[in-house]
């Protein structure tokens, strides 16, 4: 919207220009098809981007994907399951929103890429990755914390106490170290 209105700015300026030196009205047609045209370039590009929340839970659902398959003994193995389906129905709700439609295999498309993304720059990310891991897990608690009943989507926390940190930072150790061979 803000882009049709700064075109209308545009061609009203242009229009009240009686300069014919600074522009000639043989070609103010085709200035104006070059203005609709480059915002038609623009407008679809700004509308694709992912929000936030669906590159996180993207991310999130791929995440716990790597732990359940490299430590599939743990005691968390369905938690880290229930935690991929709801990152999963997150990330397809937040991509439905944004551009009108989307399915399980666009879900399972997606994890699929980051896996193979995380394998390929895991030694450069090490760190970073490790953390990614803690923080799924601290958003994945608080969806915990609602019990069976999910109510709403918590917030992506900023905060996140020690314990819960010891917790998914040993994960993180030693689910990438099992995942990676």
Known sequence: MTQFNFLTDVL??????????LIDRATAPLLTALLLAGCLVISPSS????????IKAARCSAIFTMLAEA?????????FQRFIRLFNELYLQEKKERTGSANAEDGESRRAFLLK???????????ALKEEVVLCGAWG???LAQGDNVTHVPVIP????ASVRQKYEALAAEGWSRWLK
């Open 141 to 143: 608690d608080a969806y």
């Open 158 to 161: 900023k905060l996140i106490p």
């Open 71 to 79: 430590l599939p003994e743990d005691p968390d193995t369905m938690v």
């Open 47 to 54: 509308l694709a981007q992912e929000s936030r929340e669906e």
């Open 117 to 127: 993304e995380f394998r390929e720059t895991y030694a450069s990310r090490e760190g």
């Open 12 to 21: 009203v300026t242009i229009d009240h220009m009686n300069n014919p030196s």
